[in-house]
C-alpha cells in the first residue's frame, strides 16, 4: 500500500507527468528512427548528432550572455534543432564526398561540433547547466517541449504510413530503390531532418 500510495503522490507532481509523457513518445520515436540508422548502418551517428546539437545549446548561452536577453537561455531547442540538421547535412556532404571511407563523416563532424560548442561556452560564462545539457535531463521537460515532441512524434507517424514502401526500399538497397524510380535525394534528406530533430529532442530531455 505505501509503494502504491507513494507511486501515485509521485504523479500528481506536473514535472512527473510531463516527464512520464516525454518519455512515452520519445519512446514510440525511438524505435521508428532506430531501425533505420541500425539497417543503414549509421549506429554512431546519434552521437555524433548529439554533439553537434550542443553547438546551438551553446550559442544560445552565450547570445543570452553578450545580448542579456534570456529568451536565448530559456529556450535553445531550436537553436539545437538547426545546427543538428547542419551536421547531419554535413555527414551526408562527406559521405558523398569520401564515397571509399564514409565512417569518417562522423568523427570529423563529431569532432568540429564538440570543438565550437566548448569554446562558445566557455565565452558565455554560464556554465552552470553544463551538465543537463551534456547528458539531457527528463524531469526538467516543459510543456513547451511535450507540445514539440508530440508534433515531431505525429510527423514521423505520418511520414511512415504515407511513405512506409519508399523507406523500406531507400533503407535496405538504394540501387533497387533507384530503379523503382523513388527519389533518393529526398527521402534521405527527410531522413536526416527527421533524426536530427528526434536525437537534439533527446538531448534536451
Do not use: C, W
Not at 551553446?58 to 538547426?82: C, K, M, Q, T, V
Not at 564538440?114 to 566557455?122: E, I, K, P
Not at 547547466?129 to 507517424?157: E, K
Not at 540501387?175 to 534528406?189: V, Y
Request: charged residues 10%.
Amino acid at each position: 500500500m505505501i509503494t502504491l500510495s507513494f507511486f501515485s503522490d509521485l504523479f500528481t507532481e506536473s514535472f512527473m507527468q510531463r516527464a512520464f509523457l516525454a518519455g512515452v513518445m520519445l519512446g514510440v520515436l525511438a524505435p521508428l528512427i532506430g531501425s533505420i540508422v541500425i539497417i543503414r548502418r549509421l549506429s554512431f551517428i546519434a552521437d555524433t548528432l548529439g554533439h553537434f546539437s550542443l553547438v546551438g545549446i551553446s550559442l544560445s548561452l552565450f547570445l543570452s550572455y553578450s545580448l542579456g536577453n534570456e529568451i536565448f537561455a530559456d529556450r535553445p531547442l531550436f537553436l539545437g534543432i538547426f545546427f543538428s540538421v547542419v551536421g547531419g547535412l554535413l555527414i551526408e556532404i562527406f559521405r558523398r564526398y569520401y564515397k571509399s571511407y564514409k565512417e569518417i563523416s562522423m568523427p570529423i563532424v563529431m569532432s568540429l561540433g564538440t570543438a565550437v560548442s566548448a569554446m562558445f561556452f566557455s565565452l558565455s560564462k554560464k556554465t552552470g547547466s553544463l551538465y543537463n545539457y551534456l547528458f539531457g535531463s527528463i524531469l526538467t521537460v516543459t510543456d513547451y517541449y511535450i507540445v514539440v515532441i508530440a508534433i515531431t512524434m505525429v510527423v514521423v507517424i505520418l511520414l511512415y504510413v504515407l511513405f512506409f514502401r519508399q523507406i523500406i526500399s531507400v533503407s535496405f538497397e538504394e540501387g533497387n530503390a533507384k530503379f523503382l524510380g523513388i527519389n533518393l535525394n529526398f527521402f534521405q534528406l527527410i531522413f536526416i531532418i527527421v533524426l536530427s530533430v528526434v536525437v537534439s529532442m533527446m538531448k534536451m530531455s
